[in-house]
Structure formats: C-alpha cells, structure tokens
C-alpha cells in the first residue's frame, strides 16, 4: 500500500477553519476523480468524509503553498453498485449519509451516496462546518432529510 503521511483532511480543516476556493478544487478534482474511477468498476465507497481523505504529504495550515496531493481511503463499507439489490446495511457516518439513508429501510448502493457526500465535503471545506448538525441524532436526522 502506498504511505499517506500527511494526515487527515479534518485535522487540516480543523486548524485551518476553511480553506480558499482554488485549494477546495484542487483537492475535490483528485476526490472526485478517484470515487469516479471506482464508479466506472462499480464499486461505491458508501463512507466518503474529512477523515477518509489523506494528504500524502505532510500540509502547514499556516502556509498557502501546498501541493495538496490526497488519497481516498477506508473502502471497508464499500458497496457495489446493483439496479435493484438491497444493501443489508445503510452504515456509514451520520453526518454525511445521504437523505434516502435516513428512512430506516436498505437501499440499493448507487454512485447518488457518494455525490451527496462529496457535496457535504466540499461545503465543509469552503465553509469550515458541516451544513448540518445537531447534539441530538434524531434532530440530525430531520436536519437532513428536510433541510
């Protein structure tokens, strides 16, 4: 496996607060580009966040000069893409789960789960929050699927 040592995009986020539109699109053409190619062989990764996008090289939050080379991991929820068969399971992380996810019933694994996350990321960098939260899971849950 290829070494990733330059952390977690959260940690980054965290301790930047948000970051510029142009770093936002260098890092979300990589992201997308890798979760496109698992698309094109039918696999969806089902648990796209902060914290599954590594830099490979070590970042500065305080510099605005890097290279912002990522890689997408954790695959260990990944699903493959079916028209009409059911995952057994809607796991994954709450916050970025997508709106269909939260009627308690399985849906089949689509490339529309990894959009919406990819959507949630993108805001959470440029904005530096997610757009939804709450304390509480089940208020959460509303937030989502009405917001």
């Known amino acids: 496996m290829e070494y990733a040592g330059g952390g977690e995009l959260l940690g980054y986020i965290e301790k930047r607060g948000k970051m510029s539109e142009f770093d936002t699109r260098k890092i979300m053409i990589q992201t997308i580009n890798a979760i496109h190619y698992c698309h094109s062989r039918g696999v969806i990764h089902r648990d796209l966040k902060l914290e599954n996008v590594l830099f490979r090289d070590k970042v500065s939050a305080e510099e605005d000069n890097n290279d912002f080379f990522v890689k997408v991991i954790d695959f ?3 699903g493959v893409c079916t028209t009409g068969k059911q995952d057994k399971d809607n796991a994954g992380s709450i916050h970025y789960m ?4 939260m009627e308690g019933v399985a849906v089949a694994s689509s490339p529309a789960l990894d959009t919406w996350s990819l959507g949630l990321m993108w ?3 440029l904005y530096g929050t997610l757009p ?7 208020e959460l849950i509303e937030k989502i699927k009405k917001a």
């Open 76 to 78: 260990g929820i990944a």
């Open 132 to 138: 939804f939260y709450s304390d509480n899971e089940n």
């Open 123 to 125: 805001y959470s960098m």
């Open 98 to 101: 997508a709106p269909e996810l």
